[in-house]
């Protein structure tokens, strides 16, 4: 495990950009929109015009809406997907967020912490094609 993915209280920044820049634009693309499913899936569909309601969601929570987004978008094939774009694990989701959090693209509150994405579950059963998971 990298230093960026080992459970600390504070992101190695250093780490996270390392590991970022080994990741293709299209992976940012999707967190991004995954962010907004994300979102309506955990406040409603009101959430997303609504800026006087909190928005936020955790780490988790957008781990798990993530993968629901990946396999609504590309179905048995999300793994495949995934894995195209190097991403091997929910700390990858994580190591995209704290990047675009760096570039000022995304908000942290206080409570967020890099390691509220580490092994949220397992990349290989969360997108194992229908009937292989066990």
Do not use: C
């Given at each position: 495990m990298s230093p960026a993915l080992e459970r600390r209280s504070t992101p190695d920044?250093?780490?996270?950009?390392?590991?970022?820049?080994?990741?293709?634009?299209?992976?940012?693309?999707?967190?991004?929109?995954?962010?907004?499913?994300?979102?309506?899936?955990?406040?409603?569909?009101?959430?997303?015009?609504?800026?006087?309601?909190?928005?936020?969601?955790?780490?988790?929570?957008?781990c798990h809406g993530l993968r629901?987004?990946?396999?609504?978008?590309?179905?048995?094939?999300?793994?495949?997907?995934?894995?195209?774009?190097?991403?091997?694990?929910t700390e990858d989701f994580g190591v995209i967020v704290y990047a675009l959090i760096d570039r000022e693209e995304m908000r942290a509150s206080d409570r967020d912490r890099f390691e509220d994405f580490i092994e949220v579950y397992d990349f290989e059963e969360a997108f194992a094609p229908a009937g292989v998971a066990g």
């Open positions: 920044w250093t780490a996270i950009r390392a590991r970022a820049a080994q990741l293709p634009e299209n992976a940012f693309d999707f967190v991004r929109e995954g962010l907004s499913y994300s979102v309506r899936a955990v406040h409603g569909e009101a959430a997303s015009g609504d800026e006087s309601r909190s928005r936020h969601i955790t780490g988790q929570q957008l629901k987004f990946a396999l609504d978008r590309y179905g048995q094939l999300a793994g495949t997907v995934m894995r195209r774009w190097g991403l091997r694990g």
